[in-house]
């Protein structure tokens, strides 16, 4: 009967999974096409990386390495489940290279044992996070529960075969000898010496025990997966490969936008089936674990915004809809109408799935992104759902209308006069392009930079800094606009792409291509380095900090003027996160005699957000616990610092704002540029 029963236990268990898979699929393939088949080197470089080397899981230490341990048991105990699959038509059959007298079947049976008893307590960490310690970050469930008592059930099985085979082999070479410990086989060993003296009826149970129970718990376990958060298990592979290759701080634009709007096509994400097929896959291979939402500033602060619960409420409304989507996919009319009596999955997902307050919490730090192992991303989808609501049905906060208007009038967010845009280098002798064209190095100045009184010293001690240094360099002057992140980031494409093609017009007028721009503000150097290659700008940028920091290594400029200070550094999202700079900023603030540096609890890729990405700077935050820019300013006087140091214009006005509002006015907040120009030494402007 054993035949007939692994048969029967196959052609069912691969037949219903094969069932539930093109299920899966099929709901996948509902989403807008996107290409991720591009360059496949760099992809399997990263799925090596981050998929099967795991890098980004110890970062959570004890749950990290816990999930290491199951997924490298799984891939190493794949292959004794298809044996004993075989076994299960032959009691003799082993993989040739595999069997117990090849000297690779040695190494395996004794990696096969190691490992069953790592994946158990691996699976155990995960009983008492889920049982007893009860991590809030997790999603807490049954079926949770479900599933890591199967795999731990499984090694048991599995080992106690091992252990009944053994006391069998021996008692048919010698009935009355004893099992000693075989350290080639360790759990199966000691797994011996428990049943050994069974009689040959109990022990012959535990041996078919455990022979079945492993064998239909791995067929059992894999048709749960599909129905289950563990589907990344199947999904997260995959997921890795396909990610967005693209820099972290490139949104994909809307192309055609005038085209869109003459074809009455939606401008952002409206229903379910307009987020592409890779998106579902995020959808699909979210293990609930909450390292996103832990790490969310908003979430963190009592804002509704959980960039976990926003992927589990989109895939919910999606398996709910299933039948309707996949129905209306495979009869042609996937984009369905939205007039008269819409279907419901065609309703907006605004409103009837996730509530605009969510949307608006973001402030695009990408730490959830930053945290995830298997790299879903968050930003792109909460930026579509802006795009809709902003394009589309004109709804956005009230502060961001003032912001808008004031760039479509003045080409800045404030409102201020263009023509006052270079007021900031009175007195410096700064040449613009028209003026002086042949400069190697473009400064772009950025609004805030050249409206904000404070953010103006910083743009002012830049400039002195690189003529001391001797840099050719030169602005834009009143030609230099908003680089339009802020419209980006809130939704307003439109607005957005017409600063970018006017600010590429202008760039590539002056032969920008062929020089470097140096830029103050992480946001001005995130879209001019990423997001416009798409109008045809390919520009190098680079931030002032880096800029300095290697005029300090060149010998060009030289700190002299000891400045005994402890000095904390926080890292902005947008030039870390965003662009791996970490290391210039600190490099100089070494450089100056006397700063000692020191480090928040939160630093470098898992710094808190200031709170002004996301077009945060221009409205008021969502209603919380606290503010993100007190919190965050609560961490950095934890260090218990002099001077509280940062390199963008945005989280110095957030942190000076923090410090007022936790009654620290006097902590002095000082950009890299100003405390470097301290120690050099300003001296009198050229005439």
């Not at 908003?482 to 980031?489: E, W, Y």
């Not at 934890?638 to 940062?646: A, E, G, K, L, V």
């Amino acid at each position: 009967m054993g035949p007939v029963i692994m048969a029967a236990l196959l052609i069912v268990g691969w037949g219903v999974f094969a069932f539930s898979a093109v299920r899966r699929w099929r709901l996948m393939m509902v989403g807008a096409p996107i290409n991720r088949g591009d360059d496949r080197v760099e992809r399997l470089r990263r799925t090596v990386t981050f998929a099967f080397a795991q890098i980004r899981m110890p970062r959570y230490p004890v749950a990290g390495i816990a999930h290491i341990l199951i997924f490298f048991g799984f891939l190493v105990l794949l292959l004794r489940s298809l044996i004993l699959w075989g076994r299960g038509f032959d009691e003799s059959f082993n993989m040739w290279l595999f069997a117990s007298d090849q000297p690779l079947g040695h190494i395996y049976a004794f990696l096969k044992d190691v490992f069953a008893v790592l994946v158990i307590l691996g699976a155990l960490v995960f009983v008492y996070y889920r049982m007893v310690k009860r991590l809030g970050r997790m999603t807490l469930s049954t079926e949770g529960l479900i599933i890591i008592w199967i795999i731990v059930v499984m090694m048991v099985a599995d080992i106690f075969y091992d252990g009944a085979d053994i006391v069998r082999h021996a008692r048919a070479e010698t009935p009355a000898a004893a099992v000693a410990f075989n350290m080639a086989e360790p759990a199966g060993s000691f797994a011996a010496l428990m049943v050994q003296n069974l009689p040959d009826g109990a022990l012959n149970c535990v041996r078919h025990a455990g022979f079945w129970i492993h064998a239909a718990l791995v067929l059992i376990f894999l048709n749960l997966l599909p129905y289950s958060k563990h589907f990344h298990v199947i999904t997260a592979i995959p997921n890795v490969y396909t990610q967005d290759l693209n820099p972290p701080g490139r949104l994909p634009p809307l192309v055609d936008i005038d085209g869109m709007l003459e074809r009455e096509e939606t401008l952002g994400i409206k229903r379910i089936n307009q987020f592409s097929w890779k998106a579902i896959l995020d959808f699909y291979t979210c293990t609930e674990c909450g390292r996103c939402t832990e790490q969310c500033p908003a979430a963190s602060t009592g804002k509704k915004l959980s960039p976990k619960q926003l992927t589990l409420d989109l895939r919910d409304f999606l398996y709910d809809h299933e039948k309707e989507l996949v129905a209306a996919k495979v009869a042609g009319n996937g984009e369905a109408a939205a007039e008269g009596d819409v279907p419901e999955q065609d309703k907006d997902l605004v409103d009837g799935v996730i509530d605009p307050e969510v949307l608006w919490a973001c402030t695009s730090c990408r730490a959830c992104e930053q945290e995830c192992p298997v790299f879903i991303s968050y930003v792109d989808k909460i930026v579509d759902m802006r795009r809709y609501l902003v394009q589309e049905r004109g709804e956005f906060p009230n502060e961001l209308q003032a912001a808008f208007r004031c760039l479509e009038s003045s080409a800045n967010p404030w409102g201020f006069p263009s023509d006052e845009r270079d007021k900031w280098a009175e007195g410096l002798g700064v040449k613009t392009l028209a003026e002086h064209p042949d400069a190697k190095i473009l400064f772009w100045v950025g609004c805030a930079p050249a409206f904000d009184e404070r953010a103006k010293k910083v743009t002012r001690a830049t400039a002195r800094l690189m003529q001391m240094a001797g840099v050719d360099f030169a602005t834009l002057g009143n030609e230099e606009q908003c680089t339009g992140d802020l419209a980006r980031r809130a939704g307003n494409e439109y607005l957005f792409q017409m600063y970018a093609q006017a600010n590429v017009e202008t760039l590539n007028g002056y032969g920008v291509n062929k020089k470097k721009i140096v830029t103050t503000c992480p946001h001005c150097l995130n879209t001019l380095a990423h997001e416009y290659p798409d109008f045809g700008g390919h520009y190098e940028v680079i931030h002032h900090t880096t800029f300095l920091a290697d005029l300090v290594r060149q010998g060009k400029i030289k700190p002299t003027k000891p400045i005994n200070q402890r000095v904390v550094y926080h890292d902005s999202c947008y030039l870390g996160r965003y662009n791996q700079v970490y290391d210039a900023p600190r490099d100089v603030l070494r450089s100056i005699p006397g700063i000692s540096v020191v480090e928040p609890t939160a630093t470098r890729d898992r710094g808190m957000c200031c709170g002004a990405g996301g077009a945060q700077m221009f409205k008021e935050e969502e209603e919380g616990k606290e503010r993100i820019a007190n919190v965050r300013t609560l961490q950095l006087l934890d260090t218990n610092p002099d001077t509280i140091s940062s390199a963008c214009p945005f989280c110095q006005r957030m942190l000076i704002d923090g410090l007022a509002d936790n009654e620290k006015e006097d902590m002095p907040q000082m950009d890299i540029a100003e405390l470097l120009l301290e120690s050099v030494g300003d001296e009198p402007a050229p005439a």
